[in-house]
């Protein structure tokens, strides 16, 4: 379970208006694991998530729409067609709520005037990433962070945050906000 210690009102206004704006700007990433109702789905299922629900409660409604087959190559380069991990729609369901969440986070604190989020675990893995572990108690400028996660939307950000697919690293208002 993902413990995301500021999503409350505040961050979930924000995060709807990231998401808006993304929507809005045709620059929504979408998962080539969707399938085609999937992709149409999305974007409505997203601001759902937001308004009202948990990065799992995404992820489950994300699972029924996810494709059970992918285009891949072989380490040769040869063209073949694999199938998709179980999981798919939890990797995708909880990393971009997480996003949208550290975005939204970040969209409130600039709002208010500017200031900084720190790095913390918001969920338990089996096998933390070094980087990640370095990464915990970082404290980061969110004006920073915010365009990095805008223009990295669709890769693993330039200062790390979140921490990229199943890391567990997410921000919070630095210890007391």
Not at 19 to 43: F, H, K, N
Not at 119 to 145: H, N, W
């Amino acid at each position: 379970m993902m413990y995301l210690t500021n999503l409350d009102e505040d961050t979930r206004r924000s995060m709807r208006s990231e998401v808006e704006g993304d929507i809005e700007g045709d620059r929504l990433v979408m998962s080539p694991r969707l399938t085609p109702q999937g992709g149409r789905a999305y974007p409505n299922l997203l601001l759902d998530a937001v308004e009202g629900g948990t990065p799992e409660s995404f992820a489950a409604q994300l699972a029924p729409h996810m494709t059970d087959w992918e285009p891949s190559r072989t380490r040769y380069g040869r063209p073949i067609t694999k199938k998709v991990p179980w999981d798919s729609h939890l990797t995708l369901g909880l990393g971009e709520f997480n996003r949208f969440y550290a975005r939204g986070l970040c969209a409130r604190v600039v709002a208010g005037g500017g200031g900084y989020v720190e790095v913390y675990r918001a969920m338990s893995v089996a096998t933390p990433r070094r980087r990640s572990q370095l990464l915990i108690g970082t404290v980061i400028d969110a004006e920073k962070l915010l365009h990095d996660l805008r223009i990295h939307a669709a890769i693993e950000p330039a200062l790390g945050v979140p921490g990229g697919a199943n890391s567990g690293i997410s921000i919070q208002l630095p210890s007391g906000t």
